[in-house]
């Protein structure tokens, strides 16, 4: 169980600050190993929220003295938070599945291979920083980042590609879907926590110390791929996973048949 958990931390770090997916890989995993994901996924956010805090804390301690910026973040974050209160169980029950993964990955790893290697300004149009972004832009990114509670799809995927369509560079793009994310991340880490403490199933078969390295695994983890992510090479890093998920998305549906 120990060597699962660390495995489990490993994988979260990468998968969700990269855009391939954590919950479509954890969807996998579970299948694979015969281990329930509830409470767990969002448990082992805890540590990436806190990668993202150490990364961007100047830029959330100048979000938070900037009440102008606060419209720009409600707009993208609002669409999702309320279909995933609302729906989050409906979703899990039904969406879940190894064939839904499968499908995601195709469908989005196309989609970011396509949209790096064509990638140009719009229209002439010079690109924006993140703040520059309307009410209408924040909310159009906000509504496409529902898509990321099916699993598959990638939060920091969907929510790169939907900035890059409203005139973000690649790099503010992925800078804005970690910092509307946060609040997300944070809540559902906050959740998972409760959960697993309440009902014991990690804390169970893993003891302090195993628990506080795979923590400690994650969170480091999570700041190389989110200073990767957003660094000049976030095309380069759209590119790769995107082919990487057309691949996984194939051996799944092979695996499947």
């Known amino acids: 169980m120990i060597g699962m958990y660390l495995l489990l931390n490993l994988i979260q770090a990468i998968t969700e600050f990269l855009p391939i997916s954590s919950s479509g890989h954890l969807v996998l995993f579970g299948e694979l190993y015969g281990l329930s994901e509830e409470g767990i996924e969002s448990f082992l956010h805890l540590p990436t929220t806190l990668a993202i805090l150490v990364v961007f804390f100047p830029t959330l301690l100048h979000i938070l003295k900037s009440p102008k910026l606060w419209g720009i973040l409600l707009a993208a974050m609002v669409p999702a938070g309320l279909v995933g209160l609302l729906l989050s169980n409906a979703i899990d029950l039904v969406l879940y599945s190894p064939i839904v993964v499968a499908v995601n990955q195709l469908f989005w790893g196309s989609m970011l291979w396509y949209n ?115 660094s000049r090479h976030t095309l380069l890093v759209m590119k790769i996973s995107g082919i990487y998920r057309i691949i996984l998305g194939t051996l799944i549906l092979i695996w499947l048949i």
Not at 166 to 189: D, E, H, K, Y
């Open 116 to 230: 790096a290697v064509n990638y140009h300004t719009h229209k002439g149009e010079k690109p924006k920083r993140w703040q520059e972004l309307t009410l209408r832009q924040a909310f159009t990114i906000g509504l496409l980042q529902i898509l990321a509670l099916i699993p598959g799809t990638s939060r920091s995927g969907i929510t790169t590609l939907a900035g890059m369509w409203n005139t973000l560079t690649p790099q503010q793009s992925a800078t804005f879907s970690f910092i509307s994310g946060f609040p997300l991340i944070l809540a559902a880490s906050l959740l998972g926590l409760k959960k697993v403490l309440s009902n014991g199933e990690l804390t169970a078969y893993v003891e302090t110390i195993p628990l506080l390295i795979g923590m400690l695994l994650s969170f480091i983890v999570g700041i190389i791929c989110i200073r990767l992510f957003i």
